[in-house]
T-cell receptor, first 115, second 113 residues
Framework: GESVGLHLPTLSVQEGDNSIINCAYS??????FIWYKQESGKGPQFIID?????DKRQGQRVTVLLNKTVKHLSLQIAATQPGDSAVYFC??????????????FGKGTTLSVSS | ETGVTQTPRHLVMGMTNKKSLKCEQH?????MYWYKQSAKKPLELMFV???????ENNSVPSRFSPECPNSSHLFLHLHTLQPEDSALYLC????????????FGSGTQLSVL
């Protein structure tokens, strides 16, 4: 079956390092992708999104890269801080049941930042 | 604060109880969603309402019953749940149901005894 997945369930980095979180997707028809951050006790928060007509998009300290050839999505966080410690989810917009599209999520990567 | 409010934050219920989860969004969005988040599993989409019309999802057991009385409010009615239904239930909204980011509430942590 098709799925949205992540390569690693956990990632540990030192404060100040750059972090890279990866995600593989299998639905080549997906045209919208998004990253969320979820801290303990909270709902997922939007970080950055990208449409399939782009291969890179930058935000504040974050960059999303999309490689449609190998169906790979990555989130890069520059100068990682302790406040970046959270679970990160990728999601793709995919046709869902009878009508329309909806965001389908991967399992999540837990990022731990030590100072 | 995302503009999406869920109540209650925590709920403990027995298998014979009936309870309801409530979600309210103050963003003027037209689409609302229920997701289930279990430990070590991806967020699972349960229900979608777009302009108050529900997209059918036959994979969710009938003991979960959604209701969307208007575009700002969403309910999830629960009855005769099973212990495996214990999870975090997240509500979200988006401007439209199509390739758009979702705004999530903080969720209701449900425990079924």
């Amino acid at each position: 079956g098709e799925s949205v997945g992540l390569h690693l369930p956990t990632l540990s980095v030192q404060e100040g390092d750059n972090s890279i979180i990866n995600c593989a997707y299998s639905n080549s028809a997906s045209d919208y992708f998004i990253w969320y951050k979820q801290e303990s006790g909270k709902g997922p928060q939007f970080i950055i999104d990208i449409r399939s007509n782009m291969d890179k998009r930058q935000g504040q300290r974050v960059t999303v890269l999309l490689n449609k050839t190998v169906k790979h999505l990555s989130l890069q966080i520059a100068a990682t801080q302790p406040g970046d410690s959270a679970v990160y989810f990728c999601a793709e917009s995919r046709k869902w049941h009878q009508a329309g599209t909806a965001l389908i999520f991967g399992k999540g990567t837990t990022l731990s930042v030590s100072s | 604060e995302t503009g999406v409010t869920q109540t209650p934050r925590h709920l403990v219920m027995g298998m014979t109880n009936k309870k309801s989860l409530k979600c309210e969004q103050h963003l003027g969005h037209n689409a609302m969603y229920w997701y289930k988040q279990s430990a070590k599993k991806p967020l699972e989409l349960m229900f979608v309402y777009n302009f108050k019309e529900q997209t059918e999802n036959n994979s969710v057991p009938s003991r979960f019953s959604p209701e969307c009385p208007n575009s700002s409010h969403l309910f999830l009615h629960l009855h005769t749940l099973q212990p495996e239904d214990s999870a975090l239930y997240l509500c979200a909204s988006s401007q439209e149901q199509s390739n758009e980011k979702l705004f999530f509430g903080s969720g209701t942590q449900l425990s079924v005894l």
